[in-house]
């Protein structure tokens, strides 16, 4: 079963993001609180623990979640394998997968340090279509 493994949130672009217990998700903004939330294409960040785990194996240790800036660390999908569109009901939200991956910014500290990143490749992107809260346990569907 898909699920959401975790809810992560920074008040400034550029860190890390900490676990919340639980996050509001707004139509045409994204994670309430959250930097990188607004009325763009990128209103929420979704990174699978799976991913996490290969960088964990190239010697980084064990990652907290929020440590690639996602805002939605979930497990038991293959998020970067979902076409853009998609549909993925959240929690109480719908949300719709608008890009896969990312560049990485210069001064990614994840890059410095293995000399790659997982979030260029893995991470996706959604528009909050439906709002509504999401935590830790709720489940992923894809809507057909």
């Not at 210069?106 to 991470?123: L, S």
Request: charge should be positive.
């Amino acid at each position: 079963m898909a699920k959401v493994l975790a809810v992560n949130i920074s008040e400034k672009k550029g860190e890390q993001k900490h676990a919340i217990e639980k996050g509001y998700f707004a139509v045409e903004w994204g994670l309430k609180g959250d930097a990188h939330a607004g009325k763009w294409h990128r209103q929420v960040s979704l990174l699978g623990n799976e991913s996490i785990h290969k960088m964990e194996e190239m010697g980084l240790g064990k990652l907290a979640t929020g440590s690639f800036a996602e805002n939605l660390t979930t497990e038991g999908i293959i998020l970067f394998e979902l076409p853009v569109g998609t549909r993925l009901k959240v929690g109480e939200t719908l949300m719709k997968v608008t890009q896969i991956g990312k560049e990485c910014h210069a001064g990614c500290a994840i890059r410095q340090k293995t000399g790659d990143c997982i979030m260029p490749r893995e991470g996706i992107f959604t528009k909050v279509l439906t709002s509504g809260w999401v935590q830790a346990g709720d489940k992923i569907e894809i809507i057909g």
